[in-house]
């Protein structure tokens, strides 16, 4: 897609939205946050990012653990969780609402333990979004594409399915799969395409070499936007 296109195809999105260009932000904040799991057994947790750069990957000591970057004016993301029995609900999400920022810093990074079965949703709105979850325990993972890039680590070792659900917005997703877990997805692209590397193509799905039918297996269900999304096994 060339720049114009990728412009074009902005506009609508951005209208959609509501948004408002803004040009006084302020300084850039910065701050920390912890969150402990407690005694939980399984964890639904939902990250919502208007705009700006957002990485997240394992290997934290806590069940979160996270950093932000972000204009004065718009505040601090919002991080809440609660515990429910051996339920554990996270949410992380942007302040803003009707807003984009042309020249303030807006950056997360988060860092989720290994410690429990995760159902996670992901809401991308416009930037770059790096997200390894090779270390994570998932279950299931949804993630909305909104505006930019989105490079997606699922290269994991899993033993029980893992559902994965992918809905493509504006911009290139590039999602690396397992070589050694059985892998099949459903794939169709909208105004762009749907490039497979590693993957074959079988009764109308694409499966890697791992894949057998009625064993565990990350079943990815992909729709692209406009733009391209990029299957490549490790």
């Known amino acids: 897609m060339t720049r114009r296109d990728f ?3 902005t506009l609508p999105f951005l209208a959609g939205t509501g948004c408002v260009i803004e040009t006084e932000e302020g300084p850039t904040l910065t701050s920390t946050k912890e969150v402990e799991a407690g005694k939980i057994e399984a964890l639904q947790a939902e990250i919502r990012i208007g705009v700006g750069e957002l990485r ?6 806590k069940l979160l653990e996270a950093s932000f970057r972000y204009p004065e004016k718009m505040g601090a993301p919002e991080v809440r969780y609660d515990a429910a029995g051996f339920r554990g609900r996270l949410t992380v999400e942007s302040r803003e609402s009707k807003h984009t920022m042309r020249n303030g810093k807006h950056e997360w990074s988060l860092k989720l ?3 429990v079965p995760t159902d996670l949703k992901l809401n991308l709105g416009v930037g770059e979004s790096h997200v390894d979850l090779s270390h994570i325990p998932l279950h299931s993972l949804e993630i909305h594409i909104g505006v930019g890039e989105l ?3 699922l290269a994991g070792k899993y033993e029980k399915d893992v559902s994965v659900t992918v809905r493509g917005g504006v911009g290139e997703a590039t999602i690396r799969l397992p070589k050694d877990f059985g892998v099949v997805a459903d794939a169709k692209g909208g105004i762009g395409s749907i490039d497979v ?7 109308g799905r694409y499966v890697n070499d791992a894949y057998q039918e009625g064993k565990p297996a990350l079943r990815l269900d992909v729709r692209g936007g406009v733009g391209s999304i990029n299957l490549i096994v490790d």
Do not use: D, M
């Open 56 to 61: 997240i990957s394992g290997g934290a000591s």
């Open 113 to 115: 333990g290994p410690t």
């Open 197 to 203: 590397k590693g993957l074959e193509q079988r009764n």
């Open 151 to 153: 490079e997606l680590n």
């Open 7 to 9: 412009a074009l195809a």
